[in-house]
């Protein structure tokens, strides 16, 4: 008999600073829900970069709570060790603090432990209030891929570490239990975790945050075109996959499947 894995929770996270580094990856059905798992991940992001590589849009903003909701359900379900968080889609939050609540909420019911959303000092106060209503949140600043339009691109932000500490430590008081510090210069991430108590996920900051984010598409090089700085890919999944597909096309188009062993009397 198998040895039952302690379920990673939101408490676990936190004490994992200044322990060991934490392992994330995005998940957004059930085959990459049961592989994140399985691999042995402490958290997996429903993120809202389904809306590029799962629905093929060009940036995070087409996504909503409709589609996001269809993901979580599906990943919470599967998931059985890991701490299981949402990403609040695009004008899921930032209408309204009711609106905002309720969509969080809705997540939660789903299954998710946890939300995360975009943004510093301007949420936060939405950040304490969600954790006042048991609804834990992830921050997530630097690169904020729902904000792309005003910076002309994915680019890179936080230089100015002072600024990015403000917005760290804003959300740290609100409650946030782990802040995301995506495309941010390496020094940047290294000042702003070594002030928190709580700990950092880093997405192209660096070697020194608390634990490091990749979306499964791009560490298993699943979509050709997608050649980030900050991604390591540790298999070239597009070819590979497209290589069998091409096989067994081949075998049907030469009368070589199904076989006999592949047929029934």
């Given at each position: 008999m198998g040895v039952k894995m302690k379920r990673i929770t939101v408490k676990s996270i936190v004490e994992m600073k200044?322990?060991?580094?934490?392992?994330a990856i995005t998940a957004y059905?059930?085959?990459?829900?049961?592989?994140?798992?399985?691999?042995?991940?402490?958290?997996?992001?429903?993120?809202?970069?389904?809306?590029?590589?799962?629905?093929?849009?060009?940036?995070?903003?087409?996504?909503?709570?409709?589609?996001m909701s269809m993901h979580v359900r599906v990943v919470a379900r599967v998931v059985k060790r890991a701490l299981v968080v949402a990403d609040m889609p695009f004008m899921s939050y930032q209408a309204s603090e009711s609106e905002a609540l309720k969509n969080a909420g809705r997540f939660m019911k789903l299954g998710a432990s946890a939300v995360k959303v975009e943004g510093g000092r301007e949420v936060a106060p939405l950040v304490a209030k969600m954790v006042a209503y048991g609804i834990p949140v992830m921050g997530h600043i630097?690169?904020?891929?729902?904000?792309?339009?005003i910076y002309g691109g994915f680019r890179l932000q936080g230089r100015d570490k002072?600024?990015?500490?403000?917005?760290?430590?804003?959300?740290?008081?609100?409650g946030a239990f782990s802040i995301v510090l995506?495309?941010?210069?390496?020094?940047?991430?290294?000042?702003?975790?070594?002030?928190?108590?709580?700990?950092?996920?880093?997405?192209?900051?660096?070697?020194?945050?608390?634990?490091?984010?990749l979306v499964f598409h791009d560490v298993l090089g699943l979509i050709p075109g997608l050649n980030f700085k900050f991604v390591r890919r540790y298999l070239n999944g597009y070819e590979i996959m497209k290589e069998a597909l091409e096989r067994f096309r081949e075998d049907v188009l030469n009368g070589n499947f199904p076989s006999p062993e592949e047929s029934y009397d």
């Open positions: 200044g322990e060991r580094r934490i392992t059905d059930y085959t990459s829900a049961l592989l994140a798992d399985a691999a042995g991940f402490d958290v997996v992001l429903v993120g809202d970069s389904a809306a590029m590589v799962i629905h093929g849009y060009d940036s995070t903003l087409p996504i909503g709570m409709e589609e630097g690169m904020n891929p729902q904000k792309f339009n002072e600024e990015l500490l403000k917005d760290a430590l804003a959300l740290q008081d609100a995506e495309k941010v210069p390496t020094e940047s991430a290294k000042y702003v975790s070594e002030r928190l108590r709580v700990p950092t996920i880093g997405i192209g900051a660096g070697p020194y945050t608390d634990g490091q984010i």
